[in-house]
């Protein structure tokens, strides 16, 4: 019998799939429909957050809007003032139900700007307060850690980046995404065979870069969400600014680096932890 994580892992091409079926028209009619605005102001916790920092690289990269991630305690721990002047305000929470997110939509509608949630619930406080909604459509997740309804709304960052970019040829590649999922599940036996020899460590680093900065914290905290081990995130850059002086001899480095941009780089520190 298999796990309820693991069954929502599984499920991820068919939810991803729904995705694109019920909202790729409606993310492009929304964009149609969007105000002038300069850049992205995302507020979000979690795994959300990690979504988020992929915006960062992937709505700038494809069409030309940096992406500032909202820090909500301001609003409500500081209530400070927050000059939204030229902003697009998102939230994004898998429920809905985070207030501090909430609060941060709330005084973007209260300065005038245009407000966009993205979430699992379509019926949730956030989605009540913001212009736009776009839904996950990834059904209850039961499971301690979030997986389906987490690359859910990397789709849906992608899908925006796309349609922003009003280059066609990326919004016909975000349409390959369920396909590519299911080759990566098809991994699954390897990487279990690949990862028995970390089955007893009780910490480790993980580092990205670029798109895939977001992909060092987001693993990071399924490690420690799932394992209970101490896994501390990095981007190869800020990793080579003191904290690589803390590897040692068995510490475990886990380096997302699939081709591209940051390749060489990642490729470089590979081997620069090699020979330490």
């Known amino acids: 019998m298999i796990s309820l994580l693991q069954q929502e892992i599984e499920s991820q091409p068919e939810v991803i799939a729904r995705l694109l079926e019920r909202e790729t028209h409606h993310i492009q009619q929304i964009v149609a429909q969007l105000p002038p605005f300069d850049y992205a102001l995302i507020a979000a916790r979690g795994s959300s957050d990690h979504a988020a920092t992929y915006a960062k690289y992937?709505?700038?990269?494809?069409?030309?809007?940096?992406?500032?991630?909202?820090?909500?305690?301001?609003?409500?721990?500081?209530?400070?003032?927050?000059?939204?002047?030229?902003?697009?305000?998102?939230?994004?929470?898998?429920?809905?139900?985070?207030?501090?997110?909430?609060?941060?939509?709330?005084?973007?509608?209260?300065?005038?700007?245009?407000?966009?949630?993205?979430?699992?619930?379509?019926?949730?406080?956030?989605?009540?307060?913001?212009d736009h909604v776009i839904e996950l459509h990834a059904g209850p997740e039961k499971s301690v850690a979030a997986t389906k309804t987490y690359t859910a709304q990397l789709a849906v960052m992608a899908l925006f980046a796309a349609a922003l970019s009003n280059d066609p040829r990326h919004m016909e590649e975000t349409q390959q995404l369920p396909t590519a999922l299911e080759a990566t599940l098809r991994l699954s036996t390897p990487i279990m065979q690949a990862v028995e020899r970390y089955r007893y460590m009780d910490r480790c680093i993980t580092i990205g870069r670029g798109y895939n900065y977001a992909t060092s914290f987001e693993l990071a905290l399924k490690l420690k969400e799932l394992t209970y081990l101490m896994a501390t995130a990095y981007s190869s850059a800020d990793f080579r600014h003191g904290p690589i002086a803390t590897i040692e001899n068995g510490l475990p480095v886990f380096l997302v680096m699939p081709l591209g941009a940051t390749f060489a780089d990642m490729l470089t520190l590979a081997q620069d932890l090699r020979e330490r």
């Open 58 to 130: 992937a709505w700038t990269t494809l069409a030309g809007y940096p992406v500032a991630l909202a820090a909500p305690s301001l609003l409500t721990m500081y209530q400070a003032r927050i000059r939204m002047a030229g902003a697009l305000v998102i939230g994004i929470s898998q429920s809905g139900q985070s207030p501090d997110i909430i609060a941060v939509l709330e005084e973007g509608k209260r300065q005038g700007r245009p407000t966009l949630a993205i979430t699992n619930d379509g019926s949730s406080p956030l989605a009540a307060v913001a």
